[in-house]
């Protein structure tokens, strides 16, 4: 079986420039299935993340958001009233825009991997391993991870003020919840257990042990994650030092760019990738990108002559086939 993976934080809009990954795992899938394999498409919607920053598009509700900045997304309430969380208002775009584009994709919550034990076993690998992994992060970035986890306060909920002051021996952390910037700490001084499942694997440990318990095969990562000492070379030495096993081919793509400039979901301006067919059909996107260099950047200027040139060529490949 080949299991073709992607992933996304709900903290945002997902835009065009976060599609290029999906678009480029449906090429991978289709392309798998054509030549006889028995092939999966696996979206993961990364909502048990911490809430870094309110977005451009929920700045009215900024009084009700603040509170809640650090807190996991699936634990944040939708204060606009249409969904159960706020993960779950964030994750409507890319499962409209993907069903819209007729791909063939099983969506994922990271909260409920969590929750269903799946990281378990990881964290005791990396926990038994520590001093290994250590060495091998302060040799490939530089300098050694703080802590392996960040753990969600029992008392107030926040994952960014939690400090780990103290791991016993039968794996549970004592840790503080103190403010830490605009992250609002309570002070509460806690113990948890790893069957509680209120943490989260750093993100260098997380991708790794989520492909293995996944079976990944094949999953595309933007180049900034290909950069020296970047994640792609934590995950690699992890799948062969600490769990001794083969890792999935991890594939880098460039950038979908407007006029040079990336895409942000938090900041405004972006185009969500569900409102592409208000410009082109969804198709003419797709071969946008399927016709581009992987490596390279695409440069998505509406406005610009090129626009009407990747019409053109679309019509005309849309005629030949």
């Known amino acids: 079986m080949q299991v073709v993976c992607t992933g996304w934080s709900p903290s945002g809009v997902y835009h065009i420039g976060n599609s ?7 090429a991978i899938h289709l392309e798998l299935l054509e030549n006889g ?18 977005p451009f598009e929920l700045k009215p509700h900024s ?13 944040i309430p939708d204060f606009t009233c249409s969904y159960d969380n706020y993960a779950q208002y964030f994750a409507q775009g890319p499962k409209q825009a993907l069903n819209d584009w007729n791909f063939n994709v099983k969506f994922v919550n990271a909260s409920n991997l969590y929750k269903d034990g799946k990281y378990d076993k990881y964290l005791d ?10 060495d091998l992060m302060e040799q490939i970035t530089g300098s050694r991870m703080e802590s392996l986890i960040s753990i969600t306060c029992q008392n107030c909920g926040n994952a960014k003020t939690t400090r780990i002051t103290e791991s016993t021996i039968d794996r549970k952390f004592i840790y503080t919840c103190k403010t830490d ?39 595309p990562s933007g180049k900034d ?5 970047g994640s792609i070379d934590t995950a690699n030495e992890i799948h062969e030092h ?10 880098r793509y460039g950038f979908i760019t407007l006029k040079g400039r990336k895409f942000s979901g938090s900041k405004g301006g972006a185009l969500p990738a569900n409102k592409i067919v208000d410009i082109m059909p969804y198709s003419a996107f797709l071969y946008l990108v399927y016709r ?27 005629r030949m086939w």
């Open 20 to 26: 290029r990954e999906a678009v480029t795992c449906q």
């Open 242 to 251: 600490i769990f001794q096993k083969q890792g999935p081919m991890l594939l």
């Open 125 to 134: 690998i990396f926990i038994e391993y520590e001093d290994k992994l250590q």
């Open 225 to 229: 994650h290909s950069v020296a000492g």
């Open 181 to 219: 910037k605009q992250y609002k700490g309570c002070g509460n001084v806690g113990e948890m257990e790893i069957r509680s499942h209120e943490w989260k694997l750093k993100w260098r440990l997380d991708w790794p042990a989520r492909q293995q318990f996944l079976r990944v095969t094949v999953e």
């Open 292 to 318: 581009s260099d992987l490596l390279k950047d695409i440069n998505f200027n509406p406005q610009s002559e090129e626009y009407g040139v990747l019409l053109d060529e679309f019509d005309i490949a849309r």
């Open 63 to 75: 009084k009700d958001l603040r509170p809640y900045l650090g807190h996991p997304l699936v634990h």
């Open 37 to 54: 394999a028995d092939s999966k498409f696996v979206f993961v919607i990364d909502d048990y993340d911490p809430l870094d920053k309110i």
